[in-house]
């Protein structure tokens, strides 16, 4: 259930992506790795804590 969960949401943030959508919030360790994967994300800047070992990321527009 897991892999179709990482699934849907990857084919999801793409189409959203292209179509202007800037602002993805995002949880969970694999699904959010599914979703960083399908925007071809290289690398994130770690931003300031949201709740403690929380951290807000950012694309790091260089990288992509």
Same mark, same amino acid.
Request: no cysteine; hydrophobic share 50%; aromatic share 4%.
């Given at each position: &259930?897991?892999?179709?969960?990482?699934?849907?949401?990857? $084919?999801?943030?793409? *189409?959203? @992506?292209? +179509? /202007?959508?800037?602002?993805?919030? &995002? $949880?969970?360790?694999? !699904?959010? $790795?599914?979703?960083?994967?399908?925007? /071809?994300? !290289? +690398?994130?800047?770690? $931003? =300031? =804590?949201?709740? *403690?070992?929380? *951290?807000?990321?950012?694309?790091?527009? !260089? @990288?992509?």
């Amino acid at each position: &259930m897991a892999a179709k969960v990482e699934h849907f949401f990857a $084919g999801l943030v793409r *189409p959203l @992506a292209d +179509s /202007g959508v800037r602002r993805i919030v &995002m $949880g969970g360790g694999e !699904t959010s $790795g599914a979703v960083v994967e399908a925007l /071809g994300v !290289t +690398s994130l800047v770690i $931003g =300031e =804590e949201i709740d *403690p070992a929380f *951290p807000r990321l950012s694309l790091n527009a !260089t @990288a992509r």
